[in-house]
């Protein structure tokens, strides 16, 4: 099982990115995905989650306004757009299989500056 993040990066206040987990090694289009942050010095928290079949069944209430999560079963590929990024968004970004985590990625990292 291989879990790819990419697509972070140091942004100003009020920007966009849209993060990307490659997977590998299992059956992408069965499972449910879900992406996590762990802000420095915090624990790693569950923010989004969507289904087999591309309904997004969680979104931490704190960024309904904000983010979407989204899957492409054909590329085995899924994605967390994040608009209107704040301070407080900066932590290292992971997606994995839920309920029943894999190894966790590298994830990747965003930082928000004010």
């Known amino acids: 099982v291989q879990l790819v993040e990419s697509g972070g990066g140091l942004v100003q206040a009020g920007a966009s990115l849209r993060l990307s987990c490659a997977a590998s090694?299992?059956?992408?289009?069965?499972?449910?995905m879900s992406w996590y942050r762990q802000a420095p010095g915090k624990g790693r928290e569950l923010i989004a989650r969507?289904?087999?079949?591309?309904?997004?069944?969680y979104l931490i209430d704190s960024e309904k306004a904000r983010f979407t999560i989204s899957r492409d079963n054909a590329k085995n590929t899924v994605y967390l757009q994040m608009n209107s990024l704040k301070p407080d968004d900066t932590a290292v970004y992971y997606c994995?299989?839920?309920?029943?985590?894999?190894?966790w990625g590298q994830g990747t990292q965003v930082t928000v500056s004010s």
């Open positions: 969507v289904n087999s079949g591309g309904a997004t069944t």
């Open positions: 994995n299989r839920w309920p029943r985590n894999f190894l």
């Open positions: 090694g299992f059956t992408f289009s069965t499972v449910t």
